[in-house]
T-cell receptor, first 113, second 110 residues
Framework: DAGVIQSPRHEVTEMGQEVTLRCKPI?????LFWYRQTMMRGLELLIY????????DSGMPEDRFSAKMPNASFSTLKIQPSEPRDSAVYFC???????????FGPGTRLTVL | QKEVEQNSGPLSVPEGAIASLNCTYS??????FFWYRQYSGKSPELIMS????GDKEDGRFTAQLNKASQYVSLLIRDSQPSDSATYLC??????????FGTGTSLTVIP
């Protein structure tokens, strides 16, 4: 299995631009998590989906952030408009229904200038 | 109060020594506990999970859980330079709510 796939791996954009991060989960994994990692705040859960349905988005910082999972093979995290404080590494992680083991993707390093 | 607290370190130990990493959590209702290892520039990877009080051993790693004290620890025996990384403690509450600590940086000195 290829593992969790994220794209792009690096994104540099200017303040005010829209940013879309993408994630392809491991086949057969029915839970998907979006995290943000910064030095100051560590790894923070933004939102998670179970069977493509958003279950808890209380970690989404504000309305500028949105996430979708249109099918079992794909999820997006969108930031519109982006701000410099959004600069971080964004991880997608997935797991199966019968385990608590999360498998993390390689992450997207976002820099907003 | 943070859900999960860890000493950020850095923690340095000589090769072959025991490294001890500690973590406390705030919610007594937390159900599952995990240790992840994260190498610089890489993604976290699970090394241990523990669900009940006591010790759980896996090779050179031992996880310890004390729910009464709301305390989780990870011991690494015979530390190797390849163990140098940041170790993240994670707690799962009901319904897949995961909370991570900010991590402890470990350096094993050859």
């Amino acid at each position: 299995d290829a593992g969790v796939i994220q794209s792009p791996r690096h994104e540099v954009t200017e303040m005010g631009q829209e940013v879309t991060l993408r994630c392809k989960p491991i086949s057969g994994h029915n839970s998907l998590f979006w995290y943000r990692q910064t030095m100051m705040r560590g790894l923070e859960l933004l939102i998670y989906f179970n069977n493509n349905v958003p279950i808890d988005d209380s970690g989404m910082p504000e309305d500028r952030f949105s996430a979708k999972m249109p099918n079992a093979s794909f999820s997006t995290l969108k930031i519109q408009p982006s701000e410099p404080r959004d600069s971080a590494v964004y991880f997608c992680a997935t797991d199966r229904a019968d385990t608590d083991t999360q498998y993390f993707g390689p992450g997207t390093r976002l820099t907003v200038l | 109060q943070k859900e999960v607290e860890q000493n950020s370190g850095p923690l340095s130990v000589p090769e072959g020594a025991i490294a001890s990493l500690n973590c406390t959590y705030s919610d007594r209702g937390s159900q599952s506990f995990f240790w992840y290892r994260q190498y610089s520039g890489k993604s976290p990877e699970l090394i241990m999970s523990i669900y009940s009080n006591g010790d759980k051993e896996d090779g050179r790693f031992t996880a310890q859980l004390n729910k009464a004290s709301q305390y989780v620890s990870l011991l690494i025996r015979d530390s190797q330079p390849s163990d140098s990384a940041t170790y993240l403690c994670a707690v799962m509450k009901g319904g897949n709510q995961f909370y991570f600590g900010t991590g402890t940086s470990l350096t094993v000195i050859p």
